[in-house]
Antibody, heavy 121, light 108 residues
Framework: EVQLLESGGGLVQPGGSLRLSCAASGFSFSSHAMAWVRQAPGKGLEWVST????????YDTDSVKGRFTISRDNSKNTLYLQMNNLRAEDTAVYYCAKLRTTVITNPFDYWGQGTLVTVSS | EIVMTQSPATLSVSPGERATLSCRAS??????LAWYQQKPGQAPRLLIYAASTRATGIPARFSGSGSGTEFTLTISSLQSEDFAVYFC??????????FGQGTKVEIK
């Protein structure tokens, strides 16, 4: 059974930093690209970042470039999102998601339960 | 960036009736289109991928169709557990992967 468990969310002041983690199990973690998707309160879904299975390729939405860094540790089956210089508009539930197959041109098939990040003074 | 537009924003349907949801892409995404269901407080669940393939465990009352820029999700006979928000996602031209803004299916 595929399981994705996020952690690391919380309340942070504008300009602060957080690191989100996502512990994965039930599939061949290193074979699959992984992603972070966020959802602001009462809003729709927004893709944030994707990383290839080996970690050598990463992709970010424009609004987080230079501030957020996606990474992974395949020895620990864990995905990360380092978030720096946080802004109020980054407030959202952050979901970890797995791409459906080993090819990046795929939808997200399994999602974690999400972790809430609140940026406020 | 490909913009995904869903319609209607809200759909009021009686249990047992058919629901038809639309998703339009600003340029062709070929067949690389997925549909998700999201209930309050829950993560999205993949329903359909490749425009018309049901994901594992998804009931047959959910069906998807379309290609290029026009796509449809049909729920043939709405059950109580189907009242939720539905999102489409294009994964043809990335980055970015882009979602529609969602259609809320509510009880009439």
């Amino acid at each position: 059974e595929v399981q994705l468990l996020e952690s690391g969310g919380g309340l942070v002041q504008p300009g602060g930093s957080l690191r989100l983690s996502c512990a994965a199990s039930g599939f061949s973690f290193s074979s699959h690209a992984m992603a972070w998707v966020r959802q602001a309160p009462g809003k729709g879904l927004e893709w944030v970042s994707t990383i290839s299975g080996g970690g050598g390729s990463t992709y970010d939405t424009d609004s987080v470039k230079g501030r957020f860094t996606i990474s992974r540790d395949n020895s620990k089956n864990t995905l990360y999102l380092q978030m720096n210089n946080l802004r109020a508009e980054d407030t959202a539930v952050y979901y970890c998601a797995k791409l459906r197959t080993t090819v990046i041109t795929n939808p997200f098939d399994y999602w974690g339960q999400g972790t809430l990040v609140t940026v406020s003074s | 960036e490909i913009v995904m537009t869903q319609s209607p924003a809200t759909l009021s349907v009686s249990p047992g009736e058919r629901a038809t949801l639309s998703c339009r892409a600003s340029q062709s995404v070929t067949g690389n289109l997925a549909w998700y269901q999201q209930k309050p407080g829950q993560a999205p669940r993949l329903l359909i991928y490749a425009a018309s393939t049901r994901a594992t465990g998804i009931p047959a009352r959910f069906s998807g169709s379309g290609s290029g820029t026009e796509f449809t999700l049909t729920i043939s006979s709405l059950q109580s557990e189907d009242f939720a928000v539905y999102f489409c996602l294009q994964y043809n031209n990335w980055p970015p992967w882009t979602f529609g803004q969602g259609t809320k299916v509510e009880i009439k």
